[in-house]
Protein backbone atom coordinates (compact mmCIF):
# COMPACT_ATOMS: atom_id res chain seq x y z
CA UNK A 1 0.00 0.00 0.00
CA UNK A 2 1.24 3.78 -0.68
CA UNK A 3 1.53 5.93 1.51
CA UNK A 4 -1.43 8.65 2.08
CA UNK A 5 0.87 11.53 -0.11
CA UNK A 6 2.17 9.17 -2.87
CA UNK A 7 -1.74 7.85 -3.62
CA UNK A 8 -2.73 11.55 -3.35
CA UNK A 9 -0.21 12.11 -6.28
CA UNK A 10 -0.98 9.26 -7.95
CA UNK A 11 -5.07 10.46 -8.45
CA UNK A 12 -3.85 13.81 -9.65
CA UNK A 13 -3.51 15.96 -6.36
CA UNK A 14 -1.57 18.96 -7.15
CA UNK A 15 1.95 18.66 -5.61
CA UNK A 16 3.94 21.83 -5.99
CA UNK A 17 7.12 19.77 -6.36
CA UNK A 18 5.18 17.86 -9.52
CA UNK A 19 5.04 19.16 -12.70
CA UNK A 20 3.08 16.09 -14.37
CA UNK A 21 0.72 13.79 -12.65
CA UNK A 22 -0.14 10.29 -13.43
CA UNK A 23 -3.91 11.07 -14.06
CA UNK A 24 -2.72 13.83 -16.34
CA UNK A 25 -0.12 11.70 -18.40
CA UNK A 26 -2.65 9.13 -18.90
CA UNK A 27 -4.96 11.71 -20.51
CA UNK A 28 -2.43 12.61 -22.76
CA UNK A 29 -1.74 9.15 -23.48
CA UNK A 30 -5.06 8.67 -24.71
CA UNK A 31 -4.99 11.57 -26.44
CA UNK A 32 -1.89 10.28 -28.10
CA UNK A 33 -3.50 7.33 -29.03
CA UNK A 34 -6.46 8.81 -30.57
CA UNK A 35 -4.49 11.12 -32.96
CA UNK A 36 -2.20 8.44 -34.02
CA UNK A 37 -5.56 6.18 -35.00
CA UNK A 38 -6.47 9.19 -36.83
CA UNK A 39 -3.11 9.17 -38.16
CA UNK A 40 -3.37 5.92 -39.71
CA UNK A 41 -6.63 6.36 -41.42
CA UNK A 42 -5.33 9.54 -42.83
CA UNK A 43 -1.54 7.23 -44.22
CA UNK A 44 -4.20 4.59 -45.59
CA UNK A 45 -6.65 7.04 -47.52
CA UNK A 46 -9.54 6.28 -45.44
CA UNK A 47 -10.08 9.92 -44.42
CA UNK A 48 -9.36 13.21 -46.80
CA UNK A 49 -7.27 16.31 -45.22
CA UNK A 50 -10.55 17.93 -44.27
CA UNK A 51 -12.20 15.24 -42.48
CA UNK A 52 -8.55 14.45 -40.59
CA UNK A 53 -8.47 18.30 -39.94
CA UNK A 54 -12.44 18.47 -38.33
CA UNK A 55 -12.09 15.14 -36.75
CA UNK A 56 -8.66 16.20 -35.26
CA UNK A 57 -9.81 19.53 -33.83
CA UNK A 58 -12.96 17.79 -32.37
CA UNK A 59 -10.25 15.60 -30.52
CA UNK A 60 -8.59 18.31 -29.31
CA UNK A 61 -11.82 20.40 -28.12
CA UNK A 62 -12.83 17.21 -26.38
CA UNK A 63 -9.98 18.03 -23.72
CA UNK A 64 -12.08 21.05 -22.97
CA UNK A 65 -15.49 19.33 -22.32
CA UNK A 66 -15.86 19.96 -18.64
CA UNK A 67 -14.84 23.64 -18.42
CA UNK A 68 -16.97 24.10 -21.56
CA UNK A 69 -19.87 22.35 -20.10
CA UNK A 70 -19.65 24.40 -16.66
CA UNK A 71 -19.80 27.27 -18.11
CA UNK A 72 -22.83 26.67 -20.82
CA UNK A 73 -26.46 26.94 -19.16
CA UNK A 74 -27.53 23.03 -19.87
CA UNK A 75 -24.44 22.22 -21.40
CA UNK A 76 -25.04 18.38 -20.30
CA UNK A 77 -28.17 18.59 -21.99
CA UNK A 78 -26.00 19.99 -25.31
CA UNK A 79 -23.92 17.18 -25.52
CA UNK A 80 -26.86 15.28 -25.12
CA UNK A 81 -28.76 16.57 -28.48
CA UNK A 82 -25.22 16.58 -30.51
CA UNK A 83 -24.72 12.71 -29.67
CA UNK A 84 -28.43 11.54 -30.60
CA UNK A 85 -28.13 13.60 -33.89
CA UNK A 86 -24.71 12.21 -34.62
CA UNK A 87 -25.71 9.00 -34.10
CA UNK A 88 -28.72 9.54 -36.17
CA UNK A 89 -26.39 10.63 -38.89
CA UNK A 90 -23.42 8.03 -38.06
CA UNK A 91 -26.67 5.24 -38.80
CA UNK A 92 -27.69 7.19 -42.27
CA UNK A 93 -23.99 7.13 -43.52
CA UNK A 94 -23.22 3.78 -43.10
CA UNK A 95 -27.10 2.72 -44.55
CA UNK A 96 -27.18 5.20 -47.73
CA UNK A 97 -24.24 7.33 -48.28
CA UNK A 98 -20.68 4.97 -47.31
CA UNK A 99 -19.14 4.09 -50.59
CA UNK A 100 -18.30 0.66 -48.86
CA UNK A 101 -18.85 -1.04 -45.63
CA UNK A 102 -15.08 0.14 -44.57
CA UNK A 103 -16.16 3.62 -45.00
CA UNK A 104 -19.18 3.55 -43.37
CA UNK A 105 -17.37 1.34 -40.72
CA UNK A 106 -14.57 3.90 -40.05
CA UNK A 107 -16.91 6.94 -39.58
CA UNK A 108 -18.64 4.49 -36.95
CA UNK A 109 -16.04 4.30 -35.26
CA UNK A 110 -14.80 7.85 -35.35
CA UNK A 111 -18.35 8.57 -33.80
CA UNK A 112 -17.92 5.85 -31.23
CA UNK A 113 -14.41 7.52 -30.14
CA UNK A 114 -15.57 10.95 -30.28
CA UNK A 115 -18.50 10.02 -28.41
CA UNK A 116 -16.13 8.37 -25.50
CA UNK A 117 -13.90 11.45 -25.72
CA UNK A 118 -16.83 13.88 -24.97
CA UNK A 119 -18.35 11.61 -22.64
CA UNK A 120 -15.54 10.12 -20.40
CA UNK A 121 -15.72 10.05 -16.92
CA UNK A 122 -13.78 7.18 -15.83
CA UNK A 123 -10.81 5.22 -16.53
CA UNK A 124 -13.04 2.47 -18.00
CA UNK A 125 -14.31 5.11 -20.58
CA UNK A 126 -10.22 6.56 -21.14
CA UNK A 127 -9.34 2.62 -21.74
CA UNK A 128 -12.42 1.93 -24.08
CA UNK A 129 -10.61 5.12 -26.02
CA UNK A 130 -7.20 2.93 -26.57
CA UNK A 131 -9.20 0.08 -28.08
CA UNK A 132 -11.01 1.96 -30.43
CA UNK A 133 -7.28 3.98 -31.71
CA UNK A 134 -6.54 -0.04 -32.26
CA UNK A 135 -9.57 -0.72 -34.04
CA UNK A 136 -8.72 2.57 -36.06
CA UNK A 137 -5.02 0.81 -36.37
CA UNK A 138 -6.66 -2.38 -37.62
CA UNK A 139 -9.08 -0.78 -40.44
CA UNK A 140 -5.93 1.57 -41.44
CA UNK A 141 -3.75 -2.13 -42.20
CA UNK A 142 -6.75 -3.52 -44.34
CA UNK A 143 -5.83 -0.82 -47.48
CA UNK A 144 -2.55 0.41 -46.92
CA UNK A 145 0.99 -1.02 -47.46
CA UNK A 146 3.00 2.34 -46.83
CA UNK A 147 6.29 1.83 -44.90
CA UNK A 148 5.21 4.45 -42.65
CA UNK A 149 2.09 2.90 -41.47
CA UNK A 150 4.86 0.65 -39.58
CA UNK A 151 6.24 3.99 -37.99
CA UNK A 152 2.27 4.66 -37.10
CA UNK A 153 2.25 1.09 -35.79
CA UNK A 154 5.42 1.56 -33.47
CA UNK A 155 4.45 4.98 -32.13
CA UNK A 156 0.60 3.31 -30.96
CA UNK A 157 2.97 0.22 -29.61
CA UNK A 158 4.59 2.49 -27.26
CA UNK A 159 1.90 5.06 -26.72
CA UNK A 160 -0.12 2.13 -26.30
CA UNK A 161 2.04 0.33 -23.22
CA UNK A 162 2.36 3.79 -21.79
CA UNK A 163 -1.33 4.05 -21.91
CA UNK A 164 -2.18 0.87 -20.10
CA UNK A 165 0.55 0.86 -17.80
CA UNK A 166 -0.91 4.40 -16.48
CA UNK A 167 -3.95 2.68 -15.97
CA UNK A 168 -2.75 0.09 -14.03
CA UNK A 169 -1.55 2.42 -12.02
CA UNK A 170 -4.54 4.81 -11.35
CA UNK A 171 -6.65 1.71 -11.27
CA UNK A 172 -4.97 0.65 -8.63
CA UNK A 173 -4.25 3.88 -6.42
CA UNK A 174 -8.28 4.33 -7.09
CA UNK A 175 -8.55 0.75 -5.67
CA UNK A 176 -6.32 1.30 -2.45
CA UNK A 177 -7.68 5.05 -1.49
CA UNK A 178 -10.66 2.93 -1.79
CA UNK A 179 -9.71 0.67 0.69
CA UNK A 180 -7.97 3.27 2.90
CA UNK A 181 -11.25 4.86 3.09
CA UNK A 182 -13.37 2.14 4.48
Not at 53 to 67: E, F, K, N, T, Y
Not at 126 to 148: K, Q
Amino acid sequence: AHPPATRDALLGARDPRAAVTASLAFRVATYLLALDGLAALQLAGLMGTVGTALVGLAILASWWRDAVSARLPGGGRLGQVVIVLAAASSALDLLYLAESLLDGFVRLLLFLLLYRLFTRRSLRDARDVGFLAFFMLVAASSVTFDVAFLLVFLVFLVVGVWTFMLHHVLSEAERGAAAGAV
